[in-house]
């Protein structure tokens, strides 16, 4: 059973930065595409960033220079710093994981509220 345990979230000043982890278990996760996503109030669910199986990464442009991912292979982890919060950040923060076999995200975490205060 392939689970994503997204932790880290919370409250924080426009400006401020956190840190999201996001824990896998039961799936190869050396050979999956890592994503974030997000989902603010009354908001389509969208793209933050993410890292491929071959580490390259790519970040939708909202984000681009203030957000970074990276992963750790040994600890079946992928995280994402974010810097230079504003308020329009305020989310739920999703982990989600792409097999290099599909064409789609095909597993998610439960998500991690991140609150980013003016």
């Known amino acids: 059973q392939v689970q994503l345990v997204e932790s880290g979230g919370g409250l924080v000043q426009a400006g401020g930065s956190l840190r999201l982890s996001c824990s896998a278990s039961?799936?190869?996760?050396?050979?999956?595409?890592m994503g974030w996503f997000r989902q603010a109030p009354g908001k389509e669910r969208e793209f933050v960033g993410a890292m491929t199986w071959t580490t390259y990464t790519y970040y939708a442009d909202s984000v681009k220079g203030r957000f970074t991912i990276s992963r750790d292979n040994a600890k079946n982890a992928v995280t994402l710093d974010m810097n230079s919060l504003k308020p329009e950040d305020t989310a739920v923060y999703y982990c989600?994981?792409?097999?290099?076999?599909?064409?789609?995200?095909?597993?998610w975490g439960q998500g991690t509220q991140v609150t980013v205060s003016s």
């Open positions: 989600a994981a792409r097999p290099n076999t599909s064409g789609k995200y095909d597993y």
């Open positions: 039961g799936l190869s996760f050396v050979t999956n595409t």
